[in-house]
């Protein structure tokens, strides 16, 4: 039985699938246009002409880049702090919202208040300052893993997760002998992996794409990070190498662009599957 469609219901679905292609188009085209400036001459991009397409394909930009050994250690230091940052906001985050999502804890709904109380105050930039000097964490990776480890709202988020998870598990666990630790480490951990994962592609692009920490608590530039650098190339002006001119600039700036944001792109679909169900079950639920 062919069912009969509605004029409404075509001409919405119509305007719908325009409007889904004109915001793929204005997505795709600045990665397209950077791409295409990152392999084109020097003297076409500073004359404007890359519009799209490439134009006198050359790899002089990221043969620069390439030849640039503070590229390598600045690439190398935010793949560490990326990495450390998003293993230990994942561990802590998880402990917390664990018992935060059990009733029976003694004093959870003041720390619940507590935790949201960070949401709508802080202490400052100079305070936080304070801290870290203070504690000696200054020019070191914990000055960058340490202030920002924990997020109140990825906090209530696993904490929804967890709620929503099916409390006879948990109960046959302990029957069979688990403590919490166990049962949070053989039973929700490995139920809560799309929140987990949603999470943890949360804190590892924000502390990939981070540099204000880095510039406050970091003078040493063997820990700078690679958003520093690339900062510095497209903020002040700096030059990745002394031979190069302005316009050998202009290149290297989309090359490091392209440099920069091709690991999130490529980790990206790995974790796409997971994303959605993460953030929408534990947005949604409680």
Known sequence: MK???????????????????????????????????????DAMVASGRVLLLPKDVTLHAYKAIVANPDVWTSYWNTLRYTVVHTFFTLVVTSAMAYPLAKKWLPGRRPILLMAAF???????????FLVVQKLGLLNT?????LPTLVSTWHLFIMRTFFEGLPEELEDAATIDGCGSLQVLLRIVLPLSLPVMMTIGLYTAVGQWNAFFDALIYLNDRSMYPLQIMLRNILVAGAKITSESDSSQLQTMKYALIIVATLPILCVYPFIQKYFVQGAMIGGIKG
């Open 141 to 145: 990776i914990w000055a960058i893993v």
């Open 118 to 128: 960070t949401m709508l105050f802080s202490g400052g930039m100079i305070p936080t």
């Open 3 to 41: 069912i009969q469609v509605s004029f409404a219901s075509r001409l919405f679905d119509t305007l719908n699938v325009l409007l889904m292609v004109l915001l793929l188009v204005v997505m795709l085209y600045p990665m397209v246009y950077v791409f295409s400036a990152s392999i084109s001459s």
